[in-house]
């Protein structure tokens, strides 16, 4: 049955609630003056500039708690090489609240060829350099460092996706979990409201924050299993005895009794020593799940014991299981506890949190955002900013599944809609409180374009689910995919007086548009400006099993409906498509394929992404272990090839770019090497020039240098025009993710129309 939770709005307000709401809230003593604080309860420390709208996280955790009648301050983007700035508000009463931003503070500073960036999209002048590395353990910190008696609260992205011990692509090791590294007293992962709340009312009334062990989407570091649990053991991989009868090594099903190899119940004198294991474990591990036994243990007072943090950080495989187990227990109606040694301490994970109701996310995002940045950053630009200022979001989560995204280990699978009311009534707030708006709205959206209001039909088949993704290997059949909601309120969205245009910007499943022609139909008569970016991200069926994408059937459906509709609607539109180079499982051969599909289909793309591992993805732990966590994980199961050295890397990227001459020496190396000269060449067919022909080829390109483009007016550019790869207008700065990472993404810009895909058939 489905879990429910108390409302978000059930606890008497604290007594500051006679303070009223602040214009904005307050950043420095003087603004704290203004508002007759004597001191603030709660202090936000943030690596964003703090812009008061509901697309940062800052602003929602502020205001939400606001409501609760909580003083907040906001601490944002402090110096961090002093306490200076994380004094300036005073001593918190209640709790410093630590997040790093919008995004991941290495992904944000790091390209995935671990080059520094240039800018930060979300500090003013998008200059880069105002946060530090690691954002979360050096605020943390540095709040600890302050105050030493203050509870320190972290969350956000970076702390969601380290809330175990993951994967550091920019040391190539595993790290601990975050919340020890950082010296924190607990950790809220994914959409934190719930916890939050509940956090803040029971430290209000004087609970100690070591006591405070029982709240869902919270991590916290205990020194034992707590009371009353049964441990499933899931610490191990490969079992003496009959391997072969093992078909699932993540789950067992019984408490203080031994079962052994044969599923036989043993007295507890009987139980055997467990040889040569590290973890003293609360019950005998078992060489084979007993399902039979499941019903007798209660959900809310079972945990499962991942691998250790010391075995997880030698030894790849058992670092691909706990990852597999992680991702299974990730459905907030039947998920389990975790709970991960560290030395002499254990991580212990609460499950996710109870995803909000719609009336709950309308009251979230009908705060009395002022939706504007803070007036200290007057006259500057905030890139961020500008980008989904006037864009709106109509929902979380995502049941994709896509192994490179890290979304759903953020955000969960479970679809929260606000409902259609509260989303106009945001496009008017738009228009009354947007400086400059003409009358746009960039779009609505949210982690994807069009899941909104899908969820499955059956909310006890949803609570009891365990799969990965919804629509993989196909749709579910239990999946609702009528995007008739979304529809409707794409017609009511354009009828709001003083509204000309609803742009639709985030990315869209287009493996599920097509199952809803009349949807897709509006979105191209109407919502497309000339150019709708889709995600295939590879066109090969074994690279797309480890993304768990679909294949290209539903892009080339997809594709038809689309040039169709633009046709009807007497419009020239262009599919503008995003693929990825090295994801695990990919290797030379399977680019060339696609720089051979890309070809065919006369796609020369600009923006390209390469894979880039972001902490917790199941495809990260593809790329550190060699295994696929897709299947059942044993020493001897599949291994799987990702491309790590710089130049496999940078090779594989080339085959994206095949038609840019700076890349040529690279493709026919490689070519050769995969014993493919017979694409060396400047036939049909053939990829690259060959050695003597690169001179006539660049020379018919506009020029001899490298990386020459074709002059505007060329012919080869007319007969072969190009698609510009990157992101629309609109994407919103929050914890969800751009091709080739997503774990939070960078707001992109507008395609010139400079290069384009052909027009349909």
Same mark, same amino acid.
């Given at each position: ?97 630590? $997040?790093?931003? #919008?995004?991941?503070?290495?992904? #944000? ?27 979360? @353990? ?14 320190? /609260? ?16 920019? +040391? ?22 719930? *916890?939050? /709340? ?108 991942? &691998?250790?943090?010391?075995?997880? +950080? ?48 309308? !009251? ?19 890139? !961020? ?8 979001? @109509? ?10 995204? +890290? ?47 899908? #969820? ?86 074994? $690279? ?21 509709? +633009?046709?009807?609607?007497?419009? =020239? ?8 180079? *090295? ?35 199941? *495809? ?26 710089? #130049?496999?890397?940078?090779?594989? =990227? ?29 036939? &049909?067919?053939?990829?690259? &020039? ?32 190009? *698609? ?38």
């Amino acid at each position: 049955m489905p879990i429910t939770a108390p409302d978000l709005f059930h606890s008497p307000k604290y007594w500051a609630e006679c303070y009223g709401t602040a214009p904005f809230l307050p950043t420095s003593r003087a603004e704290m003056d203004q508002l007759g604080w004597d001191s603030c309860d709660i202090i936000i420390v943030t690596g964003d500039a703090y812009v008061d709208h509901p697309s940062f996280g800052m602003a929602i955790m502020g205001r939400l708690l606001e409501s609760q009648g909580f003083r907040v301050g906001i601490i944002s983007q402090p110096d961090w090489r002093s306490n200076d700035d994380f004094t300036a508000l005073g001593k918190p009463n209640l709790y410093f609240g630590v $997040t790093a931003g #919008n995004m991941d503070s290495m992904i #944000n500073a790091y390209t995935a060829d671990l080059r520094l960036r240039s800018d930060d999209a979300y500090t003013p002048g998008g200059e880069a350099g105002k946060r530090p590395d690691r954002a979360v @353990i050096v605020y943390s910190q540095r709040c600890k460092n302050a105050f030493k008696d203050v509870p320190v /609260v972290i969350g956000g992205i970076e702390a969601s996706l380290r809330r175990i011990a993951q994967y550091d692509y920019w +040391s190539d090791c595993v790290r601990r979990s975050v919340l020890i590294d950082s010296t924190a007293d607990i950790l809220l992962y994914g959409n934190a409201e719930r *916890a939050i /709340v509940d956090l803040s009312h029971r430290l209000a009334v004087g609970e100690p924050v070591a006591a405070i062990n029982d709240l869902r989407g919270t991590t916290l570091v205990v020194n034992h299993t707590p009371n009353g649990f049964t441990e499933l053991d899931s610490t191990r991989i490969d079992w003496p005895g009959r391997i072969d009868q093992m078909p699932n090594p993540y789950e067992v099903m019984h408490d203080k009794q031994t079962v052994d190899a044969d599923g036989n119940i043993q007295a507890d004198d009987a139980k055997p020593q467990e040889p040569n294991t590290d973890d003293v474990q609360a019950v005998r591990i078992v060489p084979m799940p007993l399902r039979r036994y499941e019903q007798d243990l209660v959900l809310d007072k079972t945990c499962i014991r991942l &691998p250790s943090f010391e075995k997880v +950080s030698k030894d790849p495989a058992l670092y691909a299981h706990a990852s597999r187990v992680l991702h299974q227990e990730s459905n907030p109606h039947n998920a389990r506890a975790l709970i991960q040694k560290h030395g002499n301490r254990d991580i212990w994970v609460n499950p996710p949190p109870i995803p909000l109701s719609t009336e709950e996310m309308d !009251a979230v995002f009908g705060f009395e955002y002022t939706r504007v940045p803070h007036p200290k950053y007057e006259g500057q630009r905030i890139p !961020a900013y500008d980008m989904i200022k006037t864009s709106v979001n @109509i929902m979380r989560g995502c049941f994709g599944g896509c192994t490179f995204c +890290s979304i759903t280990e953020h955000e969960g699978r479970i679809i929260q809609s606000r409902s259609e009311e509260s989303i106009l009534g945001e496009i008017e707030l738009i228009k009354e409180k947007v400086p400059g708006f003409t009358g746009t709205i960039s779009d609505l959206g949210g982690p994807t374009a069009n899941m909104y209001k899908l #969820n499955c039909k059956d909310d006890n088949i949803q609570a009891s689910c365990r799969k990965l993704s919804c629509v993989y290997p196909e749709i579910c059949p239990n999946l609702k995919t009528d995007h008739s909601p979304t529809t409707q309120l794409y017609r009511k969205a354009r009828k709001i007086d003083g509204v000309h245009t609803v742009a639709i910007a985030s990315g869209l499943r287009y493996d599920l548009a097509v199952e809803d022609p009349e949807y897709v139909k509006e979105l191209v008569t109407h919502h497309v400006g000339g150019y709708l970016k889709i995600a295939p991200e590879h066109s090969e069926d074994r $690279t797309l099993s480890k993304m768990m994408k679909p294949g290209m059937g539903s892009y080339r459906r997809f594709e038809k409906m689309f040039y169709k509709y +633009s046709k009807e609607a007497g419009k =020239k539109q262009y599919l503008i498509p995003y693929f990825i180079a *090295a994801h695990p499982g990919c290797d030379d051969e399977e680019m060339m394929n696609l720089a051979l599909w890309l070809k065919e289909h006369g796609f020369e793309v600009d923006q390209v992404q390469t894979f880039y591992p972001s902490p917790m993805s199941l *495809a990260t732990a593809m790329y550190y272990s060699g295994r696929n966590p897709l299947k059942k994980v044993t020493y001897k199961s599949e291994k799987v090839f990702s491309a790590k050295d710089i #130049n496999q890397r940078r090779g594989q =990227k080339a085959f994206l770019r095949y038609h840019d001459p700076a890349n040529w020496a690279r493709l026919r190396e490689a070519l050769r090497n995969l014993g493919r000269e017979d694409l060396i060449g400047t036939k &049909p067919g053939q990829l690259v &020039p060959a050695e003597h022909e690169e001179y006539k080829v660049r020379k018919r390109l506009g020029g001899t240098a490298k990386g020459t483009r074709p002059a505007r007016g060329d012919k080869r550019q007319q007969a072969l025009p190009k *698609a510009q790869n990157r992101a629309g207008p609109g994407n919103k700065p929050k914890a969800s993710a751009k091709p080739g990472n997503r774990a939070g993404k960078k707001p992109g810009g507008k395609p010139t129309g400079r290069n384009k895909p052909r027009s349909g058939r």
